[in-house]
């Protein structure tokens, strides 16, 4: 499995970015995409997650009502769309998958990773 991050950059307080995750390889059609996040000096944490099998999703509490995340099935590509961004919101954004299930909450049952993208929020 392939997994290609863009979208990152830089961007104000309470601006917007979309992050794109294009995805290839898949064997089967029960995966899940996720979007894990690290701040350098900190842990990986995942932010949002969605589910290929019935577009099930799931956020972290910091990202409930500022980030979505949303697919287009026939192009293979997730996308988070990300509001009302604040300066902690600064880190390296990836993407990864696994097979099937629920959305993992921790980055260590995510078992193919793409680059990461950054992302600058300045205050």
């Known amino acids: 499995v392939q997994l290609q991050a863009s979208g990152g950059g830089l961007a104000q307080a309470g601006g917007s970015l979309r992050l794109s995750c294009a995805a290839s390889?898949?064997?089967?059609?029960?995966?899940?995409i996720g979007w894990i996040r690290q701040v350098p000096g900190k842990e990986r944490e995942v932010i949002s997650c969605?589910?290929?099998?019935?577009?099930?999703?799931y956020y972290t509490n910091l990202a409930k009502g500022r980030f979505t995340i949303f697919r287009d099935a026939a192009k293979n590509t997730v996308f988070l769309q990300m509001n009302y961004l604040k300066p902690e919101d600064t880190a390296l954004y990836f993407c990864?998958?696994?097979?099937?299930?629920?959305?993992?909450?921790?980055?260590?049952?995510?078992?193919?990773w793409g680059q990461g993208t950054l992302v600058t929020v300045s205050s």
């Open positions: 969605i589910a290929s099998i019935d577009g099930t999703t």
């Open positions: 990864a998958t696994r097979d099937g299930g629920t959305c993992p909450t921790a980055p260590k049952f995510y078992h193919d």
């Open positions: 390889g898949f064997i089967q059609d029960d995966y899940v």
